[in-house]
T-cell receptor, first 113, second 116 residues
Framework: GESVGLHLPTLSVQEGDNSIINCAYSNSASDYFIWYKQESGKGPQFIID?????DKRQGQRVTVLLNKTVKHLSLQIAATQPGDSAVYFCAESPNSGYSTLTFGKGTMLLVSP | ETGVTQTPRHLVMGMTNKKSLKCEQHLGHNAMYWYKQSAKKPLELMFVYSLEERVENNSVPSRFSPECPNSSHLFLHLHTLQPEDSALYLC???????????????FGPGTRLTVT
């Protein structure tokens, strides 16, 4: 999984480019995965989720890919816009009645015009 | 109001003070959560209430005391905090099915707490 460190990984892209944000998870029992976006001064906002019986799920301009073999999750954002600039978190959870999400450290996405 | 609301948005308190954070969800959910978000650390789950019962308490110091009077309201009572408790405290809610199943959590905007 993502280790706790001093520096937030940063991805800088140009407006209109496609962005790929990666996340490694450590718990092979995790059944549910979710991506959140957090803008400055706001709480995390749900983007997209995926369950372990799928390897790909698409939303509006976003796609989540799950590779359970290597315990890897990615978020693809098509035609990235300046409004997409934020910190993106992945989270994992075993399938339980209430979701005990374990969050990664996050990746900062910077989109320049 | 819609979604998950939190008050106050900012709070400065001394180490000897007692204060409470409030969270309210307007989504009809039956589970609520408290998280702590510190700089340079992942979100840390503190407490979970599911169907108004506390089901998780992640080794949180006793100076943090949660209260869930009903499925729409959640409080975090604070007393004799330490400067290292300064952080963004986030509340979230989700829907839990009795038959099981995990669904996304919806977060409030957080309370920025500074302990002096």
């Amino acid at each position: 999984g993502e280790s706790v460190g001093l520096h937030l990984p940063t991805l800088s892209v140009q407006e209109g480019d496609n962005s790929i944000i990666n996340c490694a998870y450590s718990n092979s029992a995790s059944d549910y995965f979710i991506w959140y976006k957090q803008e400055s001064g706001k709480g995390p906002q749900f983007i997209i989720d995926i369950r372990s019986n799928m390897d790909k799920r698409q939303g509006q301009r976003v796609t989540v890919l799950l590779n359970k073999t290597v315990k890897h999750l990615s978020l693809q954002i098509a035609a990235t816009q300046p409004g997409d600039s934020a910190v993106y978190f992945c989270a994992e959870s075993p399938n339980s009645g209430y979701s005990t999400l374990t969050f990664g450290k996050g990746t900062m996405l910077l989109v320049s015009p | 109001e819609t979604g998950v609301t939190q008050t106050p948005r900012h709070l400065v308190m001394g180490m000897t003070n007692k204060k409470s954070l409030k969270c309210e969800q307007h989504l009809g959910h039956n589970a609520m959560y408290w998280y702590k978000q510190s700089a340079k650390k992942p979100l840390e789950l503190m407490f979970v209430y599911s169907l108004e019962e506390r089901v998780e308490n992640n080794s949180v110091p006793s100076r943090f005391s949660p209260e869930c009077p009903n499925s729409s309201h959640l409080f975090l009572h604070l007393h004799t905090l330490q400067p290292e408790d300064s952080a963004l405290y986030l509340c979230a809610s989700s829907q839990v099915l009795v038959s099981g199943g995990t669904y996304e959590q919806y977060f409030g905007p957080g309370t920025r707490l500074t302990v002096t």
